[in-house]
């Protein structure tokens, strides 16, 4: 290796976003954000078949000796050894050559223990990459950097990231939280209250695959809405595959209570604001970020309860990570990031 690709080792930075159902890795040198489904499917007891968006392909069409999971669940690691196959693999296809001697900056819940966080470290430390530094940053300040906030400055701002096993509710101030919440309540929950509402009222039997392609359907175009699609499942009755049309009054009925438990938390964290941080919210309305953000009644519920804008953004899922790369990318917003506190654990 010659000493000028040596210099280009030690300058590479990775900033990571471990969703539930999506990871997001920015490649620093290269430039580029890859966005995959957080899912891998083994064969028997080790042999790998697929990672990311092609291990959800198989995504229940796979036979039984094929198990097919996603390691992250609540927004933390709960299966450590396959998460650490599937890690690798996607910095690998991240574009990430150089490895070695890299910094990574990682997202992580709020409410996070010391030893969930622990966890997020040592995915890193055991991926084998010979890393230079790890170092954490809470989501709620990676997802208002993303949106282009100045996180530093002593207004507040009011961010909802609904994902996809969790929403995390959070009102920010000088680089800070002040408030936060966390909900286990976001996409996944959408698809089986979407699962069960077909099930009852069409007596269809559909995959949850097909309940999230449903819902992204017919609840993320406003304007030129899509008002019903077809789907195939299985006649609960005759036991026959069969195609049935799905109405988007059905879905959004079905999901409409989980989303008002979004709001009426969001709301109750606006009470619980102080009145000089709650009048900058006042101001600039609610942030929504997140996958499940792209769901156009939920800003529609937002802004009619809390009498709020809510303001939603382009690629929401990718907030967080777009937050993270412009932290790498701006060194006066070096001091949002922070390391683990090893004495804990020596
Ligand atoms: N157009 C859309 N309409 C509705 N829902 C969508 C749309 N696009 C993505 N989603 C949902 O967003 C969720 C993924 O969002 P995101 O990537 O923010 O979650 P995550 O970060 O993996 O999860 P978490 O933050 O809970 O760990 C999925 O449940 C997905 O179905
Ligand atoms: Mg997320």
Redesign the pocket.
Known sequence: MTGKETNKVATNVFGI?L????IKIYNHHENDIIDEK?IIAIEGKNHICAMGDEAFEMYEKAPENINICYP?AN?VIADIESMQILFRGMLERSGGRFLRNSKYIMSVPTDITEVEKRAFYDLVHMANVREKKIMFVEKPIADAVGLGLDVNSARGIMIV?V????TEISVISLGGIVLSKLLQV???HF?DAILLAIKKRENLLIGKKTA?YI??EL??NDEDAVKAVKVFGRDIVTGLPMEREIRADLVLESIGELLYTIVDAAKMILERTPPELSSDIIENGIYLT???S??VELAKIMARETELDANISKLP?ECVVRGIARIIDDKTLDGLVGEINEKIYR
């Open positions: 976003d969703g539930t159902s999506n957080n992250i927004g990231d994902g996809a096993d969790t976001g996409g996944n698809d999230e819902k992204k609840t993320s997140g996958g499940s792209n769901i899922e």
